[in-house]
Structure formats: structure tokens, C-alpha cells
């Protein structure tokens, strides 16, 4: 795994893409800090800008550093969660100005997977994470269900095809700084 994690810091430094395991689904990631990976990412997904990206964080010290004020309420939702979920935020920080929603939101879920702590911790910044597929196309629940223009499209796909488990999308909430909490996906 530790192979893995370098070749996949290394992409993330020179602006590429990966495809990698997520604690959800197969995902395509880059790093969030940088727009011009970010475009990239829509170009291969064929998704519109409009339609904003999540990213992943290694823990809740590095959340704090991506958002302007985290709301009490959402450490109550990462501890009690029993699968990932994915936490909208208000003013996001240091992250690419395409990442940002039109509404000033970020999508940001603390990554529960072991293999995407490390490799986040190891990068030492967000990465995005957006199901591997072309958008409108179904969400690949394993990795043999990839479409070939998303494998062929990224600059490093990780060797961990661990078929072993189900994966589901993560819920989604939006906390705004006003106290308001919406669902958007359970």
C-alpha cells in the first residue's frame, strides 16, 4: 500500500488524476488546491462546472483548516454517522476557486478509508473525490464496471482492486453558519 500511496502523491503533485479507492466508491481525485487539475476533472467527467466537486480530508484538524467556521453541529454528524457522510459547508478555504460552489459551499467528507488517510496524510492537502464515471452515466460499484475513457483519461490508476465490499455514495447534509441543517442524500 505504501507503493501506492508514493506513486499516487507523485501524480498529485505534477497536477494529474487518479483513479483510486474511496471509502465509499471507486473515485477520481486530484489535488483540491489546484483549479487547473480540478478542470480536469470535469473535461474527463464531462460534468458541468456548476455542478461542484466533494474533496476528502485526513482528519478534522485538516477540515478546520479548509473551512471558515465549522459548526458544532457537524462534529455530532462525524461522530454518530454509521457511513460516510459528506458535510456542506459554508466558506470553504484554500481550495481551488473551481471547487467552490456558486453559493460559497464546499462538499467535504473526513475520510474514513484507511488507504485515503494515509495518502491524504501523506499529500498533506484535500484531494477531490467524485465517482469514477462519466457524469449522468451509473455510479461503477466495482472497478471492473470503470468505463475505459476514465481509466484511459487519468495519469494513474491504484493497484488495490478490492472487490470484497459493497460500496454505497455517501450521505449528504448541508450545514449553513445560520444553524440550518437540509439532507440532501441519505
Excluded at 67 to 85: L, R, S
Excluded at 119 to 137: D, H, M, Q, W
Aim: glycine fraction near 4%; proline fraction near 5%.
Amino acid at each position: 500500500m505504501i507503493e501506492e500511496i508514493n506513486k499516487c502523491v507523485k501524480v498529485l503533485q505534477d497536477g494529474g488524476l487518479i483513479v483510486y479507492p474511496t471509502d465509499t466508491v471507486w473515485g477520481i481525485g486530484c489535488d483540491a488546491t489546484n483549479p487547473e487539475a480540478v478542470q480536469k476533472v470535469y473535461a474527463l467527467k464531462k460534468r458541468e462546472v456548476s455542478k461542484p466537486l466533494v474533496c476528502l480530508v485526513a482528519n478534522q484538524a485538516m477540515l478546520e483548516r479548509h473551512v471558515k467556521e465549522v459548526p458544532d453541529v457537524a462534529y455530532d454528524i462525524m461522530d454518530f454517522a454509521t457511513k460516510p457522510t459528506t458535510i456542506v459547508f459554508d466558506q470553504p478555504l484554500g481550495v481551488a476557486d473551481n471547487l467552490v460552489a456558486a453559493d460559497n459551499t464546499l462538499g467535504i467528507r473526513v475520510a474514513s478509508d484507511k488507504f485515503c488517510q494515509y495518502l491524504i496524510n501523506k499529500f498533506r492537502k484535500p484531494i477531490v473525490s467524485t465517482s469514477a464515471n462519466i457524469s449522468g452515466k451509473i455510479t461503477p460499484k466495482q472497478f471492473k464496471d470503470i468505463d475505459e475513457e476514465i481509466l484511459k483519461g487519468v495519469d494513474y490508476v491504484v493497484n488495490l482492486q478490492n472487490e470484497n465490499y459493497t460500496p454505497s455514495p455517501s450521505s449528504i447534509i448541508k450545514l449553513s453558519n445560520d444553524g440550518q441543517v437540509k439532507v440532501i442524500r441519505e
